[in-house]
């Protein structure tokens, strides 16, 4: 048996969905077996609704094995090494380094931009895991091993659903710069359809069961001898989306021969700016609105380099 209190990161989420989290290897079955059962009191009260909405302060007593109450994602503080480019109350925008991975692997790597990210926030007093029982700062949205830019990060619940909503609503808007092959039109809409592949996607222009609508906007800055300086806004977020996209109209970034470049140098991807360009009610998140956050782009060597 285990009681708890709800807090302002556990609020405003579904019962069921937050007994998924807190309660380790739990089968659903098993789960909603409980919520019928009388083995989830909500402030005393048996509650078998799982789409009960928890409310911060709720007191909950829980009627499982103690086997499920064993948190296996013990936190630890590792590097906190980051380079901010902006942090408030409630979200931290990181200006991510080429080479370091967001997420762990399928390598197990264990030194992530997350994991520095959450060891700052822990070391600041921002961030308590003993005292969490479903939340964990987290990042609203991903780039690439290869790529480096402006991440967002939220650093509570609140935020990165304000966050994660926002983006769906294409109401962040997300511009890259990015060296490609050849010199392409000045500037170009791209529509297309994205196929995921095991260590590659494909584009195509037509649509097919398994595919996803890709749209892109480009702008040509700059050209020298056989590559371009190209600044790029996406509408749709999707996995490799610039890179193949970009390679879809003759144009793959200057390096990145996974998509058809014939050279071999670094690739030149950076997410360079965000803008927060909200139509709709951000709640806590308002005074973000009409905000817009820039970093310093050097492509300038590789760019130099570039041979006719």
Do not use: W
């Amino acid at each position: 048996m285990r009681k708890l209190t709800i807090n302002k990161n556990d609020s405003g989420q579904r019962l069921d969905k937050f007994l998924t989290k807190y309660l380790d290897n739990i089968p659903q079955s098993m789960l909603y077996k409980g919520l019928r059962k009388n083995c989830v009191r909500v402030n005393g009260k048996h509650v078998k609704d799982g789409k009960y909405f928890l409310q911060d302060g709720d007191e909950l007593t829980l009627y499982f094995s103690d086997e499920f109450f064993s948190r296996n994602d013990v936190f630890t503080a590792g590097n906190s090494d980051i380079n901010i480019v902006y942090e408030d109350d409630n979200i931290i925008l990181i200006n991510k380094e080429q080479g370091i991975v967001v997420h762990s692997d399928d390598k197990g790597t264990s030194d992530t931009l997350l994991s520095r990210m959450q060891s700052y926030l822990y070391k600041k007093g921002e961030y308590s895991p003993n005292t969490e029982h479903s939340f964990a700062p987290a990042f609203c949205n991903r780039l690439d091993r290869n790529t480096s830019g402006i991440i967002i990060g939220a650093k509570n619940a609140e935020a990165l659903r304000i966050i994660n909503e926002k983006i769906k609503l294409r109401e962040i808007k997300k511009l890259y710069l990015c060296i490609v092959d050849g010199i392409p039109e000045k500037s170009g809409y791209l529509e297309a359809y994205l196929i995921r592949g095991e260590k590659k996607v494909s584009v195509t222009d037509t649509e097919t069961n398994n595919s996803k609508n890709i749209k892109t906007r480009y702008s040509l800055i700059a050209q020298k001898h056989d590559t371009a300086l190209v600044e790029v806004e996406i509408e749709t977020g999707r996995t490799h989306q610039i890179r193949a996209q970009m390679a879809h109209i003759g144009h793959p970034l200057h390096g990145d021969k996974k998509y058809g470049s014939k050279y071999s140098c670094p690739m030149s991807l950076a997410s360079y700016k965000l803008k927060f360009d909200f139509q709709t009610d951000a709640g806590i998140l308002n005074y973000l609105n009409g905000r817009e956050f820039q970093i310093t782009v050097d492509f300038s060597e590789i760019f130099s380099s570039a041979k006719s």
